[in-house]
C-alpha cells in the first residue's frame, strides 16, 4: 500500500512533492513523551491548494485516511498518524499573498509560521495578539485548526477571533472559500466557525485571512508573589473586580514555581508558593495608570510586588514564561499536560484537585496557566520509560475531566481533542449534543477520512 501511495502522489505532485515515511519528524508531535507516535502510510509536500485537493480527491476514492499536519506543535497527537494514512504537510505553503498594513489585514498560506506572522505584523505598527507557545514553530494554519490561545487571549481572545476568512480542502476534494477580507458576514451559517478549531476532522485549511490591530505603544508587566494559592487567587479576582482590563494575567502554583525557579531572573522570597503575572497595554498614560492599579490591588496579600520597567526585563520575563513547560517536563525527563478549564471563582479549587489526585495515583503534579480564563496547565510530571507511571498520569489525567466539568468548566481550553482525548467529550456534552457534533462530522466527511479517530 505505501509503495501504491507513493508513486500515486508523485504523479499527483512530483518527486518535490513527497516526503519520506522513515524521517521521525513525521512521526510524532508535542505529545511524544507520552509515548505516542504513528507511521504514516505516505507523506504529501502539496504547493498549493490545488496539489492539497488533488491528494484529498485521490485518498476519498480510494478510501485512505488523511492526516493534515502543520509544526507538529500540539499536545493532542492531533497530526500524528497513528493508524497510518496520507500525512499531508503544509510547510510548503508558506506565502504571504496579501498584506495591506493601513487596511489591517493580512492573507497567508496556512504553511506560514506564526512567528512570521508576528513579525510582520510588529514591522508594520501593528498586532496580531494570539501568542501559543510555540510560535517559531507552530504555523498559521495548524493555530486556526486548533483555535490556539495564549496568554493575551484574556484581553484579545483566542486565534479564530481574528480570522476574518479560510480557504479549505473538503472531502471529497473540492476547494471552498468562507469569508475574506470582510469584518462582517451573515449570509449563510457560519462554516468559518466550524473549521476553526475542528482539528482537521472536517477539512484541511489551506489559507486564511487575519485582522490585525494597531500595536499598543506601551506595555508593562507586574509580578506578585503570594505564600499560598489561596491568597493569589483571591488576588486574581480581585483585579478584575476592581475594573482592570490586563492584557494577560497569569498564574505559577508552588510546583511550577518550583521548577523554574532556577531560571527567574529576578529576585524571588524562598517562601513564594504562588505567583501572578499580569500584564497591561495601551497608550503611555492608560498603562502607567494601570500598573499603579494592579501594583495597588495586587500588593494587598502579596510577600512581594514588582514591575519590570526596561524592554530587556520585560523581554527576559516573558522568556520565562514561555520556557515553563520545558522546565516542567525536565523535573522527571517527560509531562502529561491537560488544559482543563474552570469558572474563574473555582480556579483554586481546580489547583488543589489537581495535587488531590496527584497524591491518589502516587504523582508529581503543579499548575500553571491563564488566570484570567480560568485555564490551567494542569501537569503530571513522569518518567517516559516508566510504562506504569505513564498509565497512572493518564487515569489522573481523566480523572481531571470529571473535575473540570464538574465544576462547570470544559475539558480544554486551547490544545483541542486530537488523538489524547478522543472520544473525551462525552464528559461534557448530552446525548444530544454529541449527536449534533456526529452528525456536523458526517455532514462534512461522511467517510469519515479527514483526521481518522481525532477529536470525536
Excluded at 104 to 127: D, F, P, Y
Excluded at 268 to 276: C, E, N, S
Aim: hydrophobic share 45%; glycine share 12%; charged share 20%.
Amino acid at each position: 500500500m505505501s509503495e501504491t501511495l507513493e508513486r500515486a502522489l508523485r504523479r499527483i505532485l512530483g518527486d518535490d512533492g513527497v516526503g519520506s515515511v522513515e524521517d521521525a519528524r513525521f512521526h510524532r508531535d508535542a505529545t511524544e513523551a507520552q509515548g505516542l507516535s504513528g507511521i504514516p502510510s505516505a507523506v504529501a509536500l502539496p504547493g498549493s491548494s490545488t496539489d492539497v485537493a488533488a491528494v484529498v480527491r485521490w485518498c476519498y476514492e480510494h478510501d485512505v485516511g488523511i492526516v493534515p499536519r502543520g509544526g507538529g506543535t500540539g499536545f493532542a497527537g492531533g497530526s500524528v498518524a497513528v493508524d497510518g494514512g496520507v500525512v499531508v504537510d503544509l510547510k510548503r505553503m508558506s506565502r504571504v499573498l496579501a498584506f495591506d498594513p493601513p487596511l489591517w489585514r493580512m492573507h497567508v498560506e496556512a504553511g506560514l509560521r506564526t512567528s512570521e506572522v508576528h513579525r510582520l505584523a510588529r514591522e508594520n505598527g501593528l498586532l496580531f495578539p494570539p501568542d501559543p507557545g510555540a510560535a517559531e514553530q507552530s504555523q498559521i494554519g495548524g493555530n486556526v485548526a486548533t483555535n490556539a490561545g495564549g496568554p493575551h487571549a484574556f484581553k484579545y481572545g483566542v486565534t479564530g477571533h481574528w480570522v476574518t476568512g479560510l480557504e479549505a480542502v473538503m472531502a471529497p476534494g473540492e476547494v471552498i472559500v468562507v469569508g475574506g477580507a470582510i469584518r462582517k458576514d451573515v449570509a449563510g451559517y457560519d462554516l468559518k466557525s466550524l473549521l476553526v478549531g475542528s482539528e482537521g476532522t472536517l477539512g484541511i485549511i489551506t489559507s486564511v485571512w487575519l485582522r490585525l490591530t494597531p500595536a499598543p505603544a506601551a506595555r508593562a508587566p507586574v509580578i506578585a508573589a503570594y505564600g499560598s494559592a489561596a491568597e493569589g487567587c483571591e488576588a486574581i479576582e480581585a483585579v478584575l473586580a476592581n475594573g482592570i482590563v490586563p492584557a494577560a494575567l497569569e498564574f505559577l502554583d508552588a510546583g511550577a514555581l518550583d521548577a523554574a525557579r532556577g531560571a527567574y531572573p529576578f529576585e524571588l522570597a524562598a517562601d513564594a508558593r504562588f505567583m501572578v503575572v499580569a500584564e497591561v497595554d495601551g497608550s503611555t498614560a492608560e498603562t502607567d495608570a494601570c500598573v499603579a492599579e494592579l501594583l495597588e490591588v495586587l500588593a494587598e496579600r502579596a510577600l512581594h510586588v514588582a514591575s519590570p520597567a526596561s524592554a530587556r526585563e520585560i523581554a527576559a520575563l516573558w522568556r520565562w514564561r514561555d520556557g515553563l513547560s520545558l522546565a516542567v517536563e525536565a523535573r522527571r525527563g517527560g509531562k502529561i499536560s491537560e488544559d482543563i478549564v474552570v469558572p474563574l471563582d473555582r480556579l483554586r479549587d481546580a489547583i488543589e484537585a489537581t495535587l488531590e489526585i496527584a497524591r491518589e495515583h502516587e504523582l508529581e503534579a503543579c499548575s500553571w496557566g491563564h488566570a484570567g480564563d480560568g485555564n490551567l496547565h494542569s501537569t503530571f510530571m513522569v518518567d517516559p520509560r516508566d510504562s506504569d507511571e505513564v498509565s497512572r498520569a493518564r487515569a489522573a489525567a481523566h480523572q481531571l475531566y470529571a473535575v473540570a466539568v464538574g465544576y462547570g468548566g470544559s475539558i480544554s481550553g486551547e490544545h483541542g481533542l486530537g488523538w489524547v482525548r478522543r472520544g473525551q467529550l462525552v464528559a461534557q456534552c448530552s446525548p444530544a449534543t454529541l449527536a449534533v457534533h456526529h452528525a456536523v462530522k458526517r455532514s462534512f466527511d461522511p467517510k469519515g477520512l479527514m483526521n481518522p479517530g481525532k477529536k470525536l
